[in-house]
């Protein structure tokens, strides 16, 4: 995967595979040419078989699904994407499913059978050895999305009496039985974790050296049910490669290692944006009727906000009639409120998805954002203030849509802050329900404070 | 850090500082006890003390500052937020500054040093030994979050012909040399990678073996001028612990790992959800200044979509005087445009920065979006279309919300799709501009439908 040459008939291009590699691949598979497609895609890495899947439609995936038969392997199963994995098991045969299941790492093979349906979990489980079938069942059965399901079972552990010498000629011995590790781990004669020794240490120090003289005492250790998002800050927090996973009696049942964890960072990471959307998982690949329930929830919600703010405009029906105009400028007052309290909010879920806000910052934070709104409400309070006093020629139109603005962008600032933090102290998930209380607060308050303020003063009199 | 047993007096439960221990810091840094300092501290992980940092207020910082002294060192400093960072950094002696620098590896060395003003940049490097300063003034040369200032040095680098043995024997040799490291380069006599052993196979490899025997060609080259959101997507899509960097000339300059990605990975994805929301960086330790300026920007921009949707709202000025209802329902066919538009937005901004979205499958995300869209649509409309048509006894002012609403859902679903998309193509980053697009088309063309309709129909006649 050098760059160095640029090859413009090349399958890939700046990490991406190219437009014209794609119809080649799909006038192969029109033209039912097997051994082409096969030709075509044998040089490209798994995560790229799995991306060709991803990019083509329906009907060409299942046209390369068979082409590629048994080259359909573990590694390109476990990159691809969850709804395109799905489609793509749902064609295959649960031997095949089975013997691709049998080649993974069990934090794969978890990821890939755990979505199945029932009926296809279990004829995939029935085709397993009875060794993968008990990794795989183990496994099932600690909570979705916890450390139990992403650690890998295969690992490298050994006593603390030993010296690095035989450590090393253990090594020798044991080439069959594992895949890649990056620590090894030091335990105890109840396999509770003592400590860990990264390899490059193991390759450095002097082999008379014992065991206990190299290995590092103080560890992260994760306890089997943790959330995976917890899992995530810690290797974050920590800059870990890997991590020893201890089950309920503190005993070693398994390793977590980096490469998985970036998927679960993105993911997180990339979650918080979707939910405060309302967009649910917001996959591309997800089924349109999944999209459309896991959305139209939120704008129903959204609607009842609406008709919140209506009926308070509504009520002012009598002021409107005399001024018109105010039926203009209000949804301005609204709108800039929901900017701004959308502003602090989105500041605030990753403060506290990240960890970086807590009950010791929290009145400080608060203060903050208080004090930016302020500032953001005095310049916006200035610039439509002035507008609208100019262009109506109604100084008093102006005064009134200032304070309004400054005191809705205020509260908005503090909405931004309060509401998900309340959310996350109630135990809700601030990152899903946020929106909908910060906008009806905004929308509702900006039509409040700018018709009442209008009211108040006599403005339409 | 094991959590087998909880002590209530303890700094951390549940890897976060305790509100306790908090007030014990805060009560002795009070009594300018600085032992007492130290011995609460002591036992804390380097990533917990800038933990401890985050959390004080300004005064307490500095007070710890003063108390560590020389405590405060390079790993403390390297895992702290960049804005506190700058408040510590900026109150330590240049050398004590430069100290930590030249324990670090260069990558947390850069991220230090890039973020100092010139003249501290230049006192502090003017302590560091020739070689550190050359070393980072090398990296401070490639562009700002690039893999040139992501990547260390420091790596072990062995020709293609020596035997495993070999390579075991100058690892011995080579003890002092190195930090830690995962996997192992071989390079040309020119200094070009010409592939990678991980340290497993490294280990449970028969010694007389060539290196050319066991390291794998395919590699990820990363260059040196890749930006770290690229470098960022290949660690996920390869599924990397760590991989190599080259310069322009193709010769292996350093490596990147995995534990620095991490952070890469969730300040990226973090990042979009912010910048959607025209929060600019939006960090709670960032200067109050600095965040209002950027937000203002946001609210400006936004203000004026609010001008366009308020002049649209008055040239419908007579047909609000004969029907003021029509004001108080207008901002409801706007705002759930705007949501509507907010979630596909969202999808798409993720599709596009995790490299899923592609020309080849933008049509079929396009229609995937405007069927979802139509559905939520017709959903919408429905359900507020009778309920206005009962609420006010007016099946037209029904029918007119109703069709309005559809209308500006499929335009909503359309244009969250479009205007990222667009701005992608046009080389601007869809997650910072989207939004204000958007909203000015959902808002505008929301009152346009619902009063128009209304105008055209007659309702208000």
């Known amino acids: 995967m050098s760059e160095a040459d640029a090859d413009p008939n090349a399958a890939m291009d700046d990490n991406r595979l190219q437009p014209a590699f794609l119809r080649a691949i799909e006038s192969a598979l029109n033209a039912e040419d097997e051994g082409e497609v096969r030709a075509l895609v044998k040089p490209l890495h798994p995560a790229d078989i799995a991306d060709l899947f991803e990019q083509l439609d329906a009907d060409h995936r299942t046209a390369l699904t068979t082409a590629l038969g048994r080259d359909l392997n573990a590694d390109v199963l476990a990159e691809m994407n969850d709804w395109v994995r799905d489609e793509v098991v749902g064609e295959l045969a649960p031997e095949h499913v089975a013997e ?27 085709e397993l050895s009875a060794d993968d079938r008990v990794a795989i069942e183990t496994a099932l ?14 690992l490298i552990a050994v006593p603390e009496h030993w010296t690095i010498a035989q450590v090393l000629d253990f090594l020798q011995t044991a080439r069959d039985d594992v895949t890649d590790f990056w620590e090894i781990f030091v335990v105890s004669p109840e396999h509770k974790p003592l400590g860990t020794m990264r390899l490059s240490w193991l ?12 290995m590092q005492r103080q560890q992260t250790l994760i306890p089997v049910d943790l ?35 970036v998927h679960i960072i993105a993911e997180e990471a990339g979650e918080d944006i979707l939910k405060l959307s309302g967009a649910g998982d917001g996959d591309i690949f ?8 896991a959305r139209v ?11 919140v703010s209506a009926s308070i405009i509504a009520s002012f029906g009598a002021t409107i009639e005399k001024m018109v105009v105010l039926a203009a400028l209000s949804p301005i007052v609204a709108s800039i409120g929901g900017n701004t309290g959308n502003q602090t909010m989105a500041v605030i879920v990753r403060a506290l998805a990240t960890g970086q806000m807590t009950n010791a910052n929290t009145r400080r934070t608060i203060l903050r954002e208080a004090a930016v709104a302020f500032l953001n409400g005095v310049t916006i309070a200035l610039l439509l203030g002035t507008g609208v006093a100019l262009l109506f020629s109604n100084a008093q139109l102006g005064g009134v ?52 303020f209008a009211t108040a003063s006599g403005l339409a009199a």
């Open 100 to 126: 691709a299941v049998s080649e993974m790492d069990t934090d794969d093979a978890v990821a890939l059978i755990e979505e199945l349906e029932p009926a296809e979990q279990e004829a995939v489980l029935d």
């Open 203 to 214: 390759l450095t120090a002097p082999r008379w050296l014992g065991v206990s003289d190299v």
């Open 141 to 154: 059965s600690y909570p979705e999305e916890s450390a139990g399901r992403l650690m890998q079972r295969e």
């Open 227 to 261: 959330d995976q998002e917890e899992v995530a800050l810690r290797f974050q927090k920590y800059a870990l490669i890997s991590a020893a996973v201890v089950d309920r009696d503190g005993r070693l049942a398994g390793v977590i290692t980096a490469d998985d964890i």
């Open 401 to 452: 849509i200032a304070a309004a603005t400054v005191f809705n962008l205020i509260i908005a600032g503090l909405a931004g802050v309060m509401v998900p933090l309340g959310l996350k102290r109630l135990g809700v998930d601030p990152a899903v329900a946020s929106s909908v209380f910060v906008t009806m607060i905004t929308d509702s308050m900006g039509f409040l404070l700018f018709l009442g």
């Open 286 to 293: 997800e089924p349109v009727v999944d999209s459309y329930k």
């Open 297 to 307: 929830r939120w704008l129903i919600a959204n609607l009842l906000t609406g008709i």
